[in-house]
């Protein structure tokens, strides 16, 4: 069974920065790709960033220049480095491994919580 624990959150100011992580278990298969979602209170979840195996990344347009996702090769660890973080970053952050092969699907991790105080 795959898991997928995510660590990193916390309380930060405005302008600060953040690096969350994320590690799938319970699974040799490479996932196809890695994302980072995230849910502020009352709001649906939404994208942030993925990364592709191969290094394919893609991010939303409201981290463009402020966040990085990296994945060290076909692992299944992926990391987001949030910098400049804005109130309107705050909520809790979510990490999906998919799969194509093996464990057929898409993962999600329990979220860690981002706090922006402004």
């Known amino acids: 069974q795959v898991q997928l624990v995510e660590s990193g959150g916390g309380l930060v100011e405005a302008g600060g920065s953040l690096r969350l992580s994320c590690s799938a278990s319970?699974?040799?298969?490479?996932?196809?790709?890695m994302a980072w979602y995230r849910q502020a209170p009352g709001k649906q979840r939404e994208f942030v960033a993925s990364?592709?195996?191969?290094?394919?990344?893609t991010y939303a347009d409201f981290v463009k220049g402020r966040f990085t996702i990296s994945r060290l090769g076909a692992k299944n660890t992926i990391w987001l480095q949030m910098s400049s973080l804005q109130p309107e970053d705050t909520g809790t952050y979510y990490c999906?491994?998919?799969?194509?092969?093996?464990?057929?699907?898409?993962?999600w991790g329990q979220g860690t919580q981002v706090t922006v105080s402004s």
């Open positions: 319970g699974t040799r298969v490479g996932a196809k790709t």
């Open positions: 990364v592709a195996n191969g290094d394919p990344t």
């Open positions: 999906v491994a998919q799969f194509a092969v093996g464990p057929v699907g898409d993962h």
